[in-house]
């Protein structure tokens, strides 16, 4: 029997406008069956094609354990003339008391154009109060290097075993840290690969009683 393959909607288009407007629409039309939660405000950033349905079914699992706002962004900077769309949705999962439906918010966006430029404004004017900010890059960085963005991030996730310059990029990662004044923490995926070696590692240098 072949496996059946889950779909993620984008949600509700919404003009940039009315994005705030929308949600909290959202919210009133669901008040006692639903409460919002969120910890952390995480940014994806992608450039492949497909990218927003992919990264929306990620989110779906994260938000099974971590709350969050979630600001998903697919990303054609090739396009030829500048253009946003937007829409919001929402994950959300019972409580373990049983009794309500715990939600994160999704914001998703499609930036055609020279994007990055448009990057820290859309991100900016969309980020949940004070919360720490996340930001997963899966695409190559690029220069230069906008502080305006990355003076703000807390955490910036990221997996070095897809770069083709590895030298050219740590420069530039390094280059986001002293911009946000060695604040950010550093989270590279391709070292998650190495646990297990790590641990084997590790172990040759136990204490014989230890075993």
């Given at each position: 029997m072949p496996a059946v393959s889950e779909t993620y909607s984008l949600g509700l288009p919404v003009e940039l406008g009315r994005i705030d407007k929308e949600l909290k629409k959202l919210w009133a039309?669901?008040?006692g069956a639903m409460t919002r939660a969120s910890l952390v405000n995480l940014?994806?950033?992608s450039e492949e094609p497909g990218s927003l349905e992919?990264?929306?079914q990620l989110i779906a699992r994260i938000t099974e354990?971590?709350?969050c706002r979630a600001i998903v962004i697919g990303a054609d900077c090739a396009a030829q003339k500048d253009h946003v769309e937007a829409?919001?949705?929402a994950h959300c999962h019972v409580s373990r008391a049983g009794s309500k439906q715990i939600c994160s918010e999704q914001i998703?966006?499609?930036l055609e154009g020279p994007c990055t430029k448009l990057l820290p404004s859309i991100v900016f004017s969309h980020l949940d109060s004070d919360l720490?900010?996340?930001l997963w890059w899966q695409s190559d960085f690029h220069e230069p290097m906008d502080p305006q963005l990355w003076a703000w991030v807390d955490r910036v996730i990221y997996d070095s075993q897809t770069w083709k310059d590895f030298s050219g990029q740590m420069r530039l990662v390094e280059c986001a840290q002293q911009e946000a004044k060695q604040r950010i923490v550093l989270c590279d995926l391709n070292w998650t690969r190495l646990d297990k070696i790590r641990l084997a590692?590790?172990?040759f240098f136990d204490h014989p009683a230890s075993h």
């Open positions: 039309q669901s008040e940014a994806v950033y992919k990264n929306t354990n971590h709350a829409w919001i949705s998703s966006f499609r720490p900010f996340y590692l590790a172990q």
